[in-house]
């Protein structure tokens, strides 16, 4: 079957620390990768994604990349902000696309 | 764009008094989908549409529960009755199926629902 399985939280790093939250899939076929981040009170907004295997996804300094391999799509940070607390879901679409798996959620905080 | 639209964002209820929840997906979406949130059970699938025709609502917890997309543009989530273990987030999503393939999921900003 599809799953993902994210590291527990949370997680509290000091500001400008180096981020990693780490997520695993199980999956048939070709699956597509994303990060979802949810801020305090709002829904979830799509972070990054990535469509094959070695595609890196990025944005906003957040970095994944698709590793086939070992079926990892590791959430990487060089240096966070306070602004960046939030709890942050890996999820997976088949290849068919219609049907997303969603992995529990990795809360963070970024203290001063 | 104005994103996917659900209201009312907050709702205060009694246990037993019927609940109903709307979405607007954005326009050119052809798939919709409903979640629910809570600390104890995460981010749960309910029930998603196609073209407004129901997929799969193997997450419907139970007959209280009930969805509809008579159009394109426009979902509802029923419960009838409501119970105090409803109390949670819903989100409604939609998406499309990009020229890389992949279905980009967009929520809205959720319906806080608490039942007294």
């Known amino acids: 079957g599809n799953s993902v399985t994210q590291m527990e939280g949370p997680v509290t790093l000091s500001e400008e620390a180096f981020l990693t939250i780490n997520c695993t899939y199980t999956?048939?076929?070709?699956?597509?990768l994303f990060w979802y981040v949810q801020y305090p009170g709002e829904g979830l907004q799509l972070l990054l994604k990535?469509?094959?295997?070695?595609d890196k996804g990025s944005n906003k300094g957040f970095e994944a990349t698709y590793r086939k391999e070992t079926t990892s799509f590791h959430l990487e940070k060089g240096s966070v902000q306070v602004s960046d607390s939030a709890v942050y879901f890996c999820?997976?679409?088949?290849?068919?696309?219609?049907?997303?798996?969603f992995g529990t959620g990795t809360s963070l905080t970024v203290i001063p | 764009d104005a994103g996917v639209i659900q209201s009312p964002r907050h709702e205060v209820t009694e246990m037993g008094q019927e609940v109903t929840l709307r979405c607007k997906p954005i326009?050119?979406?052809?798939?919709l989908f409903w979640y629910r949130q809570t600390m104890m059970r995460g981010l749960e699938l309910l029930i998603y549409?196609?073209?407004?025709?129901?997929?799969?609502d193997s997450g419907m917890p139970e007959d209280r529960f009930s969805a509809k997309m008579p159009n394109a543009s426009f979902s509802t989530l029923k419960i009838q009755p409501s119970e105090p273990r409803d109390s949670a987030v819903y989100f409604c999503?939609?998406?499309?199926?990009?020229?890389?393939?992949?279905?980009?999921?967009?929520f809205g900003a959720g319906s806080r629902l608490t039942v007294l």
């Open positions: 990535a469509t094959k295997a070695d």
């Open positions: 549409f196609n073209n407004n025709v129901p997929i799969d």
């Open positions: 999956a048939t076929g070709y699956p597509s």
């Open positions: 999820a997976l679409s088949t290849n068919t696309g219609n049907q997303f798996y």
């Open positions: 999503a939609s998406s499309f199926r990009g020229v890389s393939g992949a279905n980009v999921l967009t």
């Open positions: 326009s050119g979406h052809d798939y």
